[in-house]
């Protein structure tokens, strides 16, 4: 029996494969490689090219593989993107997920993990967040997570299909020996942006606002690992297949960090000036974001391994020094940032 992960090629998706191969679990991939890269599939999956929304492609996969669950990691998940393009996050995140519950469904498979969001909150009313926290999501992605969560909802009460929402705050670091990782393009992320710029790659970094209401005006986010992610989708498989009932749970590390402490603790860790300066708000960034993940740690088991920033950080400073231009090592690879004003 073999758990399918979609979106095994992305950045969360391909960790989440590479500790289940690690546990000696049978794992089949699918990813249309529209965002993710094939090189960071690890080889002893079955991996196959396509898109979720494509039913005959899910239905050739569903029939050749004895597909036990499956961890839904597949969705475009830039919130200033879908500030401008909400169409493009409701086709293919939802389209997507209504076509993996059918085939699920088709096939009899009982069991779904899924990849959601801390954008499903909107502005929280209060810190940390609480998964029964009031869900107003404030873009079109956070959106797209919330009603997929609610999909999974109606299939559990017509067909008995049971869900895990887990929603992550803000997933960071790589693999602690840099083979895997984060690799955007554009990038839109913190901490691969401060840390190219520590490379030399980019000239500087540009810290969105300082006049958000936090202690040094600059936005709060929750940082967890994402070999600790990995683990909490494969306890959380474990945990329905042990027949507990379907939930939510966020997953952070229940500490927040400002951009600028982000900033100082990649100086210390690279030992680099690290050039900022302060620009504009980006659109749709909440103030500041920090999980209450007591319930994922006393129901899923959930132990985080990394729990401060500076080694999170250390895990991307290594694999970026290892693969400045990614996965395809294009020397002369052109790093864009996201343009929000068009
Ligand atoms: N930031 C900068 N400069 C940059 C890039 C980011 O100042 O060049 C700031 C952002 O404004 C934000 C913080 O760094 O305050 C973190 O931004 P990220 O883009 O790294 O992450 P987000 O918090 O926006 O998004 C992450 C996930 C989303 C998810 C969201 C939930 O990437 O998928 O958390 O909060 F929806």
């Not at 898109?51 to 005959?56: F, L, M, P, T, V």
Request: charged fraction near 25%; charge should be negative; hydrophobic fraction near 35%.
């Amino acid at each position: 029996m073999a758990i399918l992960v979609a979106g095994g090629a992305g950045y969360i998706g391909s960790h989440i494969v590479d500790r289940l191969i690690e546990l000696g679990r049978d794992v089949v991939v699918i990813d249309n490689l529209s965002t993710g890269h094939r090189e960071s599939i690890n080889p002893k999956a079955h991996f196959y090219e396509g898109d979720n929304r494509d039913a005959d492609f899910l239905e050739s996969v569903f029939s050749k593989e004895n597909i036990e669950g499956v961890i839904h990691t597949t969705a475009y998940s830039l919130v200033g993107e879908s500030m401008q393009k909400p169409l493009k996050y409701f086709d293919n995140n939802l389209i997507g997920m209504v076509r993996l519950l059918e085939a699920m469904h088709d096939h009899d498979v009982k069991y779904i993990v899924f990849s959601s969001s801390a954008a499903t909150y909107g502005i929280p009313k209060h810190i940390p967040i609480k998964e029964s926290d009031p869900k107003e999501p404030i873009n079109p992605y956070g959106e797209t997570k919330l009603m997929m969560e609610h999909m999974m909802k109606w299939c559990d009460e017509a067909y008995g299909m049971k869900w895990v929402a887990l929603r992550y705050f803000n997933a960071a670091g790589a693999k602690k020996d840099g083979s895997i990782g984060e690799d955007h393009n554009p990038e839109t992320h913190l901490i691969p942006i401060i840390l190219q710029t520590a490379l030399g790659e980019r000239e500087k970094l540009q810290i969105y606002g300082d006049d958000y209401n936090t202690p040094d005006g600059t936005n709060i986010r929750d940082y967890v690992h994402v070999m600790d992610l990995a683990d909490a989708h494969i306890e959380a498989m474990d945990y329905l297949m042990k027949g507990n009932a379907s939930e939510a749970f966020n997953l952070g590390s229940s500490t927040g960090f400002s951009n600028k402490q982000m900033l100082e603790s990649a100086r210390h860790v690279t030992d680099k000036a690290i050039p900022a300066e302060i620009g504009p708000r980006r659109p749709g960034d909440p103030d500041s974001l920090v999980a209450d993940s007591t319930n994922a740690r006393e129901k899923l088991g959930w132990q985080p391994k990394y729990d401060n920033v500076d080694d999170i950080i250390a895990t991307a400073w290594t694999w970026t020094q290892k693969h400045p231009h990614g996965f395809d090592d294009q020397k002369d690879k052109k790093l864009t940032n996201y343009d929000y004003e068009k």
